[in-house]
């Protein structure tokens, strides 16, 4: 059974920085590129970051880009989410998803920015 | 950046009802591959989305098939026939051919 959990959950102040893990099972993880993707509180989808099976190629949406890096571990089964200078508008339940088409989703982490 | 139009915003209906869900694109989703990258998702109350439907027509596994999805190019449909009540939730579309990969806005489906 596939399953990805993620961690790191918080309320930071702004201008802070956060790190989000996200532990994933049940597949070969370093076959599959990984999405971080957020959901503002009562809004829509959003996709933030794209990393590869292999870590050779990133992407990122422009809110977040210079600001926010996508990292893995392959040998850990592990995805990662570093958060620096965060806004209030960074405000969301964070989401990992598997893959590019986002087949298998983890539960979400809460990243509240305030202070 | 890709916008994904859907419609409508709100839908409300009785159960053993079909209904259909538009998504259309500012841009032609076929990739340089000949394939298209539109999925269907439902996001259940308090749940983390679920994919539904993967380029434009494939079942996601374990996806009832009363769910479907057709369309090309950049005009989109979700299909729900006998809408169970299990099936309420918001559904997005998304495309993953173009970067920044981009959402709907959402339908939230309502049962009477």
């Known amino acids: 059974e596939v399953q990805l959990v993620e961690s790191g959950e918080g309320l930071v102040q702004p201008g802070s920085s956060m790190k989000l893990s996200c532990v994933a099972s049940?597949?070969?993880?370093?076959?599959?590129?990984m999405n971080w993707i957020r959901q503002a509180p009562k809004k829509g989808l959003e996709w933030i970051a794209l990393?590869?099976?292999?870590?050779?190629?990133?992407y990122y949406a422009d809110s977040v880009k210079g600001r926010f890096t996508i990292s893995r571990d392959n040998s850990k089964n592990t995805l990662y989410l570093e958060m620096n200078s965060l806004r209030s508008e960074d405000t969301a339940m964070y989401y990992c998803?598997?893959?590019?088409?986002?087949?298998?989703w983890g539960q979400g982490v809460m990243v509240t920015v305030s202070s | 950046d890709v916008v994904m139009t859907q419609t409508p915003p709100s839908l409300s209906v009785a159960i053993g009802q079909s209904v259909s869900i538009s998504c259309k694109s500012s841009q032609s989703l076929v990739y340089s591959d000949g394939k298209t990258y539109l999925h269907w998702l439902l996001q259940s109350p308090g749940r983390s989305p679920k994919r539904l439907i993967y380029?434009?027509?494939n079942l996601g596994s374990g996806v009832p098939d009363r769910f479907s999805g057709t369309g090309s190019q950049k005009d989109f449909t979700l299909k729900i026939s006998r809408v169970e009540a299990e099936d309420l939730g918001v559904y997005y579309c998304?495309?993953?051919?173009?970067?920044?990969?981009?959402f709907g806005s959402g339908t939230k489906l309502e049962i009477k």
């Open positions: 990393i590869y099976y292999d870590s050779s190629s990133k």
């Open positions: 998803a598997k893959g590019a088409g986002g087949d298998y």
């Open positions: 049940g597949f070969t993880f370093s076959n599959y590129g």
């Open positions: 380029q434009v027509s």
């Open positions: 998304a495309q993953t051919t173009h970067f920044p990969l981009t």
